[in-house]
T-cell receptor, first 113, second 113 residues
């Protein structure tokens, strides 16, 4: 069975600093996709970044980037120049074989002014 | 812009009542999903559907059923609500392939008393 593990239930970062959220996964799929989703307090879940496993290059979206280590099955999210609006729950997810997503338990990120 | 809407943001029901949660998407997505979100447990898949009148059980289908009579609408039904079904329910939709992101609705916070 596919699993996704986020080992940090909570993280904190100072505004303008950099923070890295960890995620490991396990899958038997040969071709798969990995996602980071953000859920701000009382707001809708939105996609932050997506990584295609067959691509060597790490995905980047503005201040958000990933460190994808395929052999280690690791998929961490780096947020640079953290802003107050980055405070949210962050979920790592792996694409399932039937089109569904397997989610980790989430990391709650706080940003200190 | 993809839009996924859910019929209620907050719902309070009594034990034993039949509960309907409605989800509508406007982007002609094939796949639709129902998740349950609980603190410390992340998102768990209840049911999903990849076509009209088709449904597949997720990880926690017990106590729930679903209906998809039209492509844009996916309903979650609690036949006889129980207190352990008090939770946040998230609907999502996506195109059919696993590489496509899921778009989420705002969620329904259901309280069963």
């Amino acid at each position: 069975a596919q699993t996704v593990t986020q080992s940090q239930p909570e993280m904190s970062v100072q505004e303008a600093e950099t923070v890295t959220l960890s995620c490991t996964y396990d899958t038997s799929e040969s071709d798969y996709y990995l996602f980071w989703y953000k859920q701000p307090p009382s707001r809708q879940m939105i996609l932050v970044i997506r990584q295609e496993a067959y691509k060597q290059q790490n995905a980047t979206e503005n201040r958000f980037s990933v460190n994808f280590q395929k052999a280690a099955k690791s998929f961490s999210l780096k947020i640079s120049d953290s802003q107050l609006g980055d405070a949210a729950m962050y979920f790592c997810a792996s694409g399932g074989s039937q089109g569904n997503l397997i989610f980790g338990k989430g990391t709650k990120l706080s940003v200190k002014p | 812009d993809v839009k996924v809407t859910q019929s209620s943001r907050y719902l309070v029901k009594r034990t034993g009542e039949k509960v309907f949660l409605e989800c509508v998407q406007d982007m002609d997505h094939e796949n639709m999903f129902w998740y349950r979100q609980d603190p410390g447990l992340g998102l768990r898949l209840i049911y999903f559907s990849y076509d009209v009148k088709m449904k597949e059980k997720g990880d926690i289908p017990e106590g729930y059923s679903v209906s998809r009579e039209k492509k844009e609408r996916f309903s979650l039904i609690l036949e006889s609500a129980s207190t352990n079904q008090t939770s946040m329910y998230l609907c999502a939709s996506s195109l059919i392939y696993t590489e496509y992101e899921q778009y989420f609705g705002p969620g329904t916070r259901l309280t069963v008393t």
